[in-house]
């Protein structure tokens, strides 16, 4: 069974073909700015541009053609309005076309599903940290539930607000990373953890006030110095809260995702943390710990086969007109924990 995933919940967009468990292509294309954050409007209007482009490249790479796709699916939600739009009606055009069952399928959660598909991981709590959300996740009683979160920005974004403030360039989050390498002296940070909970606001703050001190020659520490301390600081925070889910759930595996997870020293740090508390971590390869098409098809193949399970008619979820294409149901503010788990035992 073959099976299409498509990405579009923000900055990214990913078309991932797997085959039953068989990753096949996994291509994606990736919306910048020089400076500034992401403006939803101009991010669509990439992901229009390119999705015939980046559709085509993954079907030649899985050596495959449309007509060999057995399911579609795509983000549904959370994300901008603009970019999930343009995602859910591709998606439902491809089905409408090309007779193939769709189903939406929920970002977070495919962030976390995604650790079963290249691992023996089975019930993590999962470490998301990308660039608009950092979340705690774990499946308990019947449902994916948030254990703790930011209050305020997601640690990618303000990672590459403060690298932004820099003038280092955007994404910032890999470029802190090496200048953080040439780091020395940790310099005390603010420290927000507010019971499950971080902010990272105020920690922004704190670092311009910083950066203008070393400007003015009155500092004793650098850059360098700066980039290695905001990375002790708030990743000793995430840890704290994903520390403190892992005991109160009872969890013996930790997970990580999201484009943070990338970094080398949040891994170094989580690997620590399994260590010395007896757990397994898992990390999934680059290109399926930040945003991808491979884990929207993933969680779509578990949600089908469970459907067809319940003996649902699969029929049913094909798009029959092109008002069903234009109308399909995007959603936006989705919760992790509104999502009926029906594909779980
Ligand atoms: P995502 O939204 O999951 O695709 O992740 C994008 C975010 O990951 C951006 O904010 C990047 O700055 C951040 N990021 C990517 N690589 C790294 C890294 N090596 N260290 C820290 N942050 C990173
Ligand atoms: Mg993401």
Redesign the pocket.
């Known amino acids: 069974m073959i099976t299409l995933g498509i990405e579009t919940t ?3 967009f990913g078309v991932g073909i797997i085959k039953g468990r068989e990753i096949l292509a996994n291509v994606k294309d ?1 919306y910048t700015t020089e400076s500034g954050g992401i403006i939803p409007v101009q991010a669509a209007e990439h992901h229009k541009k390119v999705k015939e482009e980046i559709l085509n490249k993954a079907l030649k790479e899985a050596s495959i053609s449309i007509k060999d796709v057995d399911l579609i699916s795509f983000s549904q939600g959370p994300g901008l309005g603009p970019c999930l739009r343009v995602g859910s009606r591709f998606a439902a055009k491809l089905s409408f076309e090309n007779n193939i069952p769709l189903v939406g399928v929920n970002h977070c959660i495919a962030h976390l599903e995604v650790g079963s598909l290249v691992s023996d991981v089975k019930d993590p709590i999962l470490m998301y940290v ?4 950092t979340q705690i996740i774990a499946y308990e009683s019947g449902k994916f539930r948030i254990f703790g979160e930011t209050l305020d920005m ?1 640690v ?2 303000f ?2 607000s403060f ?1 932004r403030f820099l003038g280092i360039g ?5 470029k ?2 090496k200048l953080a390498e040439k780091g020395k002296k940790f310099v005390k940070l603010p420290y927000v953890v507010k019971g499950m909970d971080i902010s990272v606001s105020g920690i922004l703050t704190n670092l311009k006030q910083k950066v203008e001190k070393i400007k003015s020659g009155k500092a004793d520490y650098t850059i360098n110095d700066l980039c290695y301390s905001v990375q002790e600081d708030v990743f000793s925070m995430i840890l704290e809260v994903t520390e403190r889910a892992v005991f109160h759930c009872g969890k013996k595996e930790v997970l990580m995702g ?3 997870s ?3 020293r ?1 891994q170094e740090m989580t690997r620590i943390m399994g260590e010395e508390d007896g757990l397994n971590v898992f990390i999934p390869p680059n290109n399926l ?3 991808n098409g491979v884990m929207i098809a993933w969680l779509g193949y578990k949600m089908f086969n469970a459907l067809k399970d319940k003996g649902e008619d699969i029929n049913k979820l094909i798009i029959k007109s092109s008002k069903e294409v234009e109308s399909i149901e995007i959603k936006p503010y989705e919760r992790t924990d509104e999502v009926k788990v029906y594909w779980r035992n």
């Open positions: 923000a900055h990214t990736t990308s660039g608009a959300n997601g990618g974004n990672l590459d690298a955007f994404p910032g989050g890999p802190i990373s999201g484009g943070v990338c970094n080398k949040l710990l930040s945003d």
